[in-house]
């Protein structure tokens, strides 16, 4: 099966740690996003990549977070001196240009203690 | 800022019943997205709807969208046991860069026997 992998799946870090989490996009697709979810709500955009170009990042949740696509294939998603808000699952998803579907893996779960 | 909304938030139904799942947004919309997920797991794309009037149906669930009243359903036909989840609709706001989605807060189904 070629779907959006991504690991870790589980991630617990203690405060203060630093933590990167890879995302690997079905192999045709040009676009990557990130999300995060917290418990109880939907999805929220983080950020996109087309290709190895980072085109929005202005919703990155703060300083501390930063996301990488260097050969326009996988991508990481950093997040430095974590906080306990950090908790949650992110969320990796991929489409092809003009395709309509959007594709999530299975995310990985951060647990900042 | 788009705001998505969707109700009810919980919903317990009895096998075999019918209902609709209402997801109201603020603004205009290229697109509307319907996922499901299971608990601890990601998101599974059941619908992607393009334009006023469209409906599309996959078994037991059916969705539409209309564009002018900014509101979609997804409607469940003779609930089974299989179909607990929980469901968002999401929204891909017209003329931004592309599939930066917008999630409602999700409906938790569940359907009893």
């Known amino acids: 099966d070629t779907g959006v992998s991504q690991d870790p799946r589980h991630k617990i870090t203690k405060r203060g740690q630093n933590v990167t989490f890879r995302c690997d996009p079905?192999?045709?697709?040009?676009?990557?996003?990130w999300y995060r979810q917290t418990l109880g709500q939907g999805p929220e955009f983080l950020t996109y990549f087309q290709n190895e170009a980072q085109l929005e990042k202005s919703r990155l949740?703060?300083?501390?977070?930063?996301?990488?696509?260097?050969?326009?294939?996988?991508?990481?998603l950093e997040i430095q001196r974590t906080e306990q808000g950090d908790s949650a699952m992110y969320l990796c998803a991929s489409s092809s240009h003009?395709?309509?579907?959007?594709?999530?893996?299975?995310?990985?779960?951060?647990?900042?203690? | 800022e788009l705001k998505v909304e969707q109700n009810p938030l919980f919903l317990s139904m009895q096998e075999g019943k019918n209902y609709t799942?209402?997801?109201?947004?603020?603004?205009?919309?290229?697109?509307?997205y319907w996922y499901r997920q299971d608990p601890g797991k990601s998101l599974e794309s059941l619908f992607v709807l393009l334009s006023n009037g469209a409906v599309k149906q996959e078994g037991r669930l059916m969705a539409s969208l209309d564009t002018k009243a900014r509101l979609s359903t997804?409607?469940?036909?003779?609930?089974?046991?299989?179909?607990?989840?929980?469901?968002?609709?999401?929204?891909?706001?017209?003329?931004?860069?592309?599939r930066q989605l917008t999630f409602g807060s999700g409906t938790q189904l569940t359907v009893l026997p």
Do not use: M, Q
């Open chain 2, 74 to 98: 997804l409607h469940i036909t003779a609930a089974v046991h299989d179909l607990s989840a929980t469901y968002f609709c999401a929204v891909d706001p017209e003329g931004g860069s592309a």
């Open chain 1, 61 to 76: 949740l703060s300083d501390r977070f930063s996301a990488e696509r260097p050969k326009g294939s996988f991508s990481t």
């Open chain 2, 21 to 32: 799942i209402y997801c109201n947004y603020s603004t205009t919309s290229d697109r509307l």
């Open chain 1, 26 to 33: 079905i192999s045709e697709h040009n676009r990557l996003y």
């Open chain 1, 98 to 113: 003009g395709g309509n579907t959007i594709y999530f893996g299975e995310g990985s779960w951060l647990t900042v203690v």
